[in-house]
């Protein structure tokens, strides 16, 4: 059983676990600037947006409602992602940031880190609007109330985040785990917090269906190692 259980392990998280202890034996925390900059950045916000003259400076840099112009929350939203729900504990949100922006960092880089998260809490933000227009009567949609309700800040960039990395270190298991807790989330709370992370699932999704077939269609192009690809003679 025990062997079976480590076999599994390896098989999961193997990969994944030696980049990452790879690259901070390398290089420590300097390995995850970005991420540290994010947990600090998200912690300031968390300690303004509590003060009296605070909140309102917060809200109007990095608070995204329905409700908002859509090009004030394309505007807003880069900031949003550091944003964390003042209903819930700051230390959930920087414990998430922390370990999964993280990981993220080392294993895909600053720069595509960064994009799949704003890829994600894009989609949770747009689906928000298009989950009010179709009403609460579809199964896809939102009551009117939920225009005014803030979008979930870093959650959705981490949620994202996590079924990207499992997809790209063949964690499969762990992926769909990550996918069914948020469909689980939704069944037991159906709020607007809840369907935007699936709403952010589903566009990285998409992403990695399109980047697999570019993939693929590399593969394909690409002639096998030590091989020459053919060329036509040159006519005269």
């Known amino acids: 059983m025990s062997n079976a259980v480590g076999a599994f392990a390896r098989r999961e998280w193997g990969p994944l676990f030696g980049t990452v202890r790879a690259g901070l034996a390398e290089r ?14 998200t912690a300031a916000f968390q300690v303004v947006q509590n003060q009296g003259w605070g909140y309102q ?22 900031l949003s992602l550091f944003v964390p729900a003042l209903d819930l504990p700051v230390w959930g949100a920087l414990a998430q940031v922390l370990l999964v922006f993280g990981i993220a960092e080392i294993c895909l880089g600053r720069w595509r880190t960064l994009a799949v998260a704003y890829l994600a809490t894009l989609c949770g933000t747009l689906y928000a609007r298009v989950g009010i227009a179709l009403g609460p009567d579809s199964v896809l949609g939102l009551p009117a109330s939920d225009a005014q309700v803030v979008d979930t800040g870093p959650s959705a960039a981490v949620v994202g985040l996590a079924v990207y990395v499992c997809w790209r270190y063949r964690a499969w298991w762990t992926g769909g785990a990550v ?20 709403a952010a699932i589903a566009g990285v999704l998409v992403l990695i269906a399109v980047q697999s077939w570019r993939e693929r269609g590399q593969e394909r192009v690409e002639p096998p190692p030590g091989t020459r690809s053919w060329k036509p003679p040159i006519r005269s």
């Open 57 to 78: 400076p917060v809200q109007d840099i990095g608070s995204v409602r329905a409700e908002d112009p859509l090009w004030l929350a394309l505007l807003r939203t880069p």
């Open 179 to 198: 996918v069914v807790a948020m469909v689980v989330e939704v069944i037991v709370k159906p709020n607007l917090a809840g369907k935007e992370h699936l």
């Open 28 to 41: 420590g925390w300097r390995a995850v600037p970005m991420t540290l900059a994010a947990v600090c950045l």
